[in-house]
């Protein structure tokens, strides 16, 4: 955190270099009962999803690597009710096969006055932040 002054006014501003590593890793059990018997299930494409309140703060190109393969992000959350933000979608794949999907994005966000990180996705999340 810094301060920036204008005339009697300050305000406290944020420089974050994010860095996020992970994978999901599938055990190849997703299963869903069927209504019918002859009924198919078709997946649609997977998206990452970054939700932004305000994305002006986004300083140069996030970028997104799922599986080695660089993947660049798009404006927009694409997801109903986030209106800020970014999202890439992922290459196809099957759910339904064990495997180990590894991921990173790296992102540098300016802003003022706070920063809040909610993971909406998965229950096993480490967050750990340091500042200089």
């Not at 009710?81 to 180990?100: E, I, L, N, Y």
Request: aromatic fraction near 10%; charged fraction near 25%; glycine fraction near 12%.
């Amino acid at each position: 955190m810094s301060e920036k002054h204008r005339g009697l006014f300050r305000v406290r501003t944020f420089d974050w270099q994010l860095d996020a590593r992970g994978e999901f890793v599938l055990d190849g059990r997703i299963r869903f009962e069927r209504m019918r018997s002859d009924s198919r299930i078709i997946w649609g494409p997977a998206v990452l999803s970054l939700g932004l309140g305000d994305p002006r703060g986004v300083v140069g190109s996030p970028q997104f690597e799922w599986n080695g393969e660089r993947i660049a992000f798009e404006r927009g959350s694409a997801v109903a009710g986030m209106a800020g933000g970014v999202h890439a979608t992922v290459p196809a794949f099957d759910p339904t096969a064990p495997q180990r999907l590894a991921y990173a994005v790296r992102m540098n966000l300016q802003g003022t006055e706070s920063l809040a990180i909610v993971p909406l996705a998965g229950s096993k999340w480490r967050v750990s932040c340091s500042t200089s």
